[in-house]
């Protein structure tokens, strides 16, 4: 795993979406087209802000799939991910090839899980952005996530860590309207990516980068699984990274 920690979230914004337009231009070169997917939530404000604006990027050859959503949500709520996909990506860049999205609101989670799993079985994922939460999961993988289903997309779970994260990042109002379950992407289904870049801000998400990187790898750190991926970048901002040993010696 590359870790780069910069002064402030605007500068982890901007790397990483650098290196990002990098591994989607050359998989673009490559092979004609590029496959990505995208996570939601505070920390991926600033990176997509500068990934929409990055030159050189033909985003009329890239499918775009995202990483997570509520159930029982509609895209018109706040706090719905398709609304953010929409919002701060899908209508800032130029036609994509393709996009999917999950929907959330359809009456019976599992069916669609089934739909959005026979269409990402056709793709090979060029790279996944993601973040990592404060109780350390990866997409809505909660403690102790599941390694072992080779599923891409599945219900979840939200414990209430995630939930209260949430709450406080101001995308409800109180904890009884944050929806206990979840559509994700699977943490195998992201470990399949060619890169995976994984954006990290604020101080309180210091103890959990700390502990999905001094920990022993483990489903109750989700995201320390990250460190066995070939490709992963991980991007900090000071804040963040205060709690690393290496970091404290400096």
């Not at 209508?91 to 799993?117: F, M, S």
């Not at 414990?159 to 406080?168: I, P, S, V």
Request: aromatic share 6%.
């Amino acid at each position: 795993m590359r870790i780069e920690i910069s002064a402030n979230r605007e500068e982890m914004g901007e790397s990483a979406a650098g290196e990002a337009a990098k591994v989607i231009i050359s998989a673009i070169e490559k092979r004609g087209y590029a496959t990505i997917v995208l996570a939601t939530g505070t920390s991926q404000f600033e990176v997509l802000h500068h990934l929409v604006s990055h030159p050189g990027v033909d985003w009329s050859r890239v499918t775009m799939f995202h990483l997570d959503e509520y159930v029982g949500m509609t895209e018109t709520h706040p706090a719905s991910f398709r609304k953010y996909i929409m919002e701060r990506f899908i209508r800032k860049v130029p036609a994509l090839e393709a996009y999917h999205l999950i929907d959330g609101g359809r009456l019976e989670p599992l069916e669609e899980c089934r739909r959005l799993n026979g269409i990402i079985s056709n793709y090979q994922v060029d790279l996944a952005m993601v973040g990592i939460g404060e109780n350390g999961h990866l997409a809505f993988n909660d403690p102790p996530a599941d390694f072992e289903t080779t599923d891409p997309y599945i219900l979840v779970p939200l414990d209430e860590a995630c939930r209260k994260q949430q709450m406080g990042e101001g995308w409800f109002e109180t904890l009884e309207e944050v929806p206990e379950r979840a559509i994700s992407m699977s943490i195998r289904q992201i470990m399949k990516s060619g890169h995976i870049i994984c954006s990290v801000p604020d101080r309180r998400k210091a103890h959990a980068v700390k502990s999905c990187l001094e920990e022993p790898v483990s489903n109750i750190y989700p995201g320390s699984i990250l460190r066995e991926h070939p490709n992963c970048s991980l991007y900090l901002d000071r804040d963040s990274a205060l709690l690393l040993s290496s970091v404290k010696k400096n």
